[in-house]
């Protein structure tokens, strides 16, 4: 192992259990999808999700007050909600110690990113971002391709750690080792496309360090 890609929603920071509710109580209501599997968007840039409902369902709601509405609520989940994965600084020091570089693989803008890596004081040796990124985001798998070619390595070489079900089939196609994140029993996103199931912060570090180890 070469190299690890962090998802930054759901991974790194707990902003999914905040997304949630707010998208499950606010934006389904709004767009007119309250029984949505959130599944389905998950993990999807937020201006590619309103290309797909609008594509799939022809909701109504102006694409404007769409995008207006995920902006605003994402200075709140990221700059006062949300918490870091709990020993994340241990972790990504511990894979430094290793020579494994670290990088990060958002459908996040990079606003939204930043707010984050200030916040926590992280460091990465690339950020790459779904809106930074020239193609199509997750579920498609170039952007975890170009995020090995930023940090020049074999995807084979890479493993990734997601918590989607369209992070998890994009950093599989790419051709790399798959790591699902689960969240807790309470958690029933399929994961059955990742390499491995960590169902915990301490799981999932077991997991890097013995392939960073080998």
């Not at 007050?65 to 995920?70: K, V």
């Not at 949300?82 to 020091?93: I, N």
């Not at 460091?123 to 070619?149: C, L, N, R, T």
Request: net charge negative; hydrophobic share 40%.
């Amino acid at each position: 192992m070469d190299a690890v890609c962090f998802d930054m929603d759901g991974v790194l920071v707990d902003s999914e259990d905040y997304w949630h509710p707010y998208e499950r109580e606010q934006l389904l209501p709004l767009v007119g999808l309250e029984d949505l599997d959130l599944d389905e968007i998950t993990g999807m840039n937020y201006r590619e999700i309103y290309d797909y409902l609008d594509a799939t369902y022809e909701i109504e709601t102006d694409r404007e007050a769409f995008l207006g509405w995920y902006e605003e609520t994402a200075t709140s989940i990221y700059g006062e909600e949300v918490a870091l994965l709990d020993g994340a600084e241990r972790l990504l020091a511990e894979l430094r110690d290793r020579d494994v570089t670290l990088a990060l693989v958002s459908s996040s803008p990079h606003d939204w990113i930043d707010v984050v890596l200030d916040r926590f004081d992280l460091e990465f040796d690339a950020v790459v971002s779904a809106e930074g990124f020239d193609g199509p985001g997750k579920p498609e798998p170039g952007i975890y391709e170009h995020a090995a070619e930023r940090v020049g390595v074999d995807p084979a070489d890479a493993v990734a750690v997601e918590d989607s079900v369209h992070g998890i089939e994009s950093a599989s196609r790419a051709g790399m080792h798959v790591v699902g994140f689960r969240h807790g029993s309470a958690d029933e996103t399929d994961r059955s496309r990742a390499d491995y199931v960590a169902d915990s912060p301490a799981g999932l570090r077991e997991h890097l360090l013995a392939r960073a180890d080998r």
